[in-house]
């Protein structure tokens, strides 16, 4: 059964730097694509980034986080992370991770998914 797990989420201040992991149970890893997504009150999910598979490409929500996030994995590791860098109050959400088949910006394209992790940023 796969299961992702995130974690590193909190409380930082705006223009503070924090870095969000994600341990993935699934035995072919470097198999799927990885994505960040996020979800603040009121409002629906939105794609933050992706990664293929072998890491190779990457992609990134164009104007909210592009130049400040960083999406990188360690498939000996079985992990995915979100470095995120100068935040600001409108990242305040829960950020999910998925795993999928594509490394796209549909959440659809995504079949596994962890339960989240809550970022606050405070101004």
């Known amino acids: 059964q796969v299961q992702l797990v995130e974690s590193g989420g909190g409380l930082v201040q705006a223009g503070g730097s924090l870095r969000l992991s994600c341990a993935a149970s699934i035995r072919t890893f470097s198999s799927y694509a990885m994505g960040w997504f996020r979800q603040a009150p009121g409002k629906e999910r939105e794609f933050v980034a992706a990664i293929s598979g072998s890491g190779k490409f990457t992609r990134y929500a164009d104007s909210a986080v592009k130049g400040r996030f960083t999406i990188s994995r360690d498939n000996a590791k079985n992990t995915v992370s979100l470095q995120m860098n100068d935040v600001k109050f409108e990242d305040t959400a829960v950020y999910y991770c998925?795993?999928?088949?594509?490394?796209?910006?549909?959440?659809?394209?995504?079949?596994?998914w962890g339960q989240g992790t809550q970022v606050t940023v405070s101004s």
């Open positions: 998925a795993a999928g088949g594509s490394w796209q910006p549909d959440s659809n394209a995504y079949d596994y």
